[in-house]
């Protein structure tokens, strides 16, 4: 069984993505184009942004957008060590997000005390988390792993473990997989274009988020 302090952060876990239902995956390169991004999300109606540490700016646009967005969670994704999650935690992430996760990270975010998605691509690593206490992981790459399949073939084996796929997921089936009984949301970066944030048109990472929130709820309610 999980520890009480696992079951209150996987607790806390699954209710962010249940209220955001779509996680944007965020990379930037700088802190301002983090807040911008953060803002624009926003106005298109999410409420939670995954900044991956995939740049060297990350940690320092977690740290903006946790001071100057008020009303967003902002949470640390690509977090592959120890030492990043003690990083993203410093500059106030509220939420981690792993690709992967080996037994070190494993024991790492269980007692890190923060809210924690943690990747697994197959069965057996959903089975190893979930033996751990973890309720909620990211299923990642998604579409390359098995997509919709998958997660439906999922649900009697592991139906207390509820999934984040993320990968090859876009505007297009991101309901179909909302529709799943084990998804609390969807990971991905269709409203997050690399070329419109090089480009600052922030206006179509609005619009791109209205829209697939929109198409959800027409979808699903």
Known sequence: MPTASLQ????AAIELL???????????????????????LQS????A???TLRTPAAIDAIAAVKRDVAGIAVGAGTVLTPQQIDAARAAGAEFLVTPGT?????????????????????PTELLALHAR??????????????????VR???????DVLLCPTGGIGEGDAAQYLAERNVVCVGGSWMVRADWIADGRYDLV????????????????
């Open 206 to 221: 609005s619009e791109a988020t209205a829209r697939s929130l929109a198409a959800i709820a027409r979808t699903l309610g």
């Open 133 to 150: 206490g973890f309720r909620v992981c990211k299923l990642f790459p998604a579409s390359a792993v098995g997509g919709l399949p998958l």
């Open 102 to 122: 080996p037994p070190a990270m494993a024991e790492a975010l269980t007692t890190c005390g923060l809210p924690a998605v943690p990747g697994a691509a197959t």
């Open 153 to 159: 073939a999922l649900q009697a084996p592991l139906a």
């Open 49 to 51: 942004i995954e900044i």
């Open 8 to 11: 209150s952060t996987q607790h």
């Open 44 to 47: 298109g109606g999410l409420k």
């Open 18 to 40: 249940r209220a955001t239902r779509i996680l944007p995956v965020v990379t930037v390169t700088s802190a301002e184009q983090g807040v911008a991004v953060a803002r624009a």
